[in-house]
């Protein structure tokens, strides 16, 4: 998600460390933590219900299904032409 690598970890933990202190920054941290958690969750129920409320399953079935007729067409297509030469 994000490309941090190790020293830019490092610069950042520095830099809080700085200026949080030492004392303040594990519940900083862990603060920020449970706030991420509570946004991911929100996120992801909010996700699911518009998905249920769409009915977003059944579009995927559908075009699932459209593309395996698709499919099933050009073969078919393609086998007929072969048939039609020999």
Do not use: C
Not at 39 to 53: G, L, W
């Amino acid at each position: 998600m994000f490309d941090i690598g190790l020293l830019e970890l490092f610069l950042v933990v520095l830099v809080s460390l700085i200026i949080l202190g030492p004392n303040r920054l594990p519940e900083v941290v862990k603060s920020s933590a449970k706030t991420l958690k509570w946004f991911k969750k929100i996120v992801e129920n909010t996700k699911r219900e518009i998905s249920v409320n769409i009915g977003l399953d059944q579009i995927y079935q559908d075009i699932h299904n459209e593309e395996i007729l698709k499919d099933a067409k050009l073969n078919d297509k393609s086998h007929s032409k072969k048939e039609g030469k020999a």
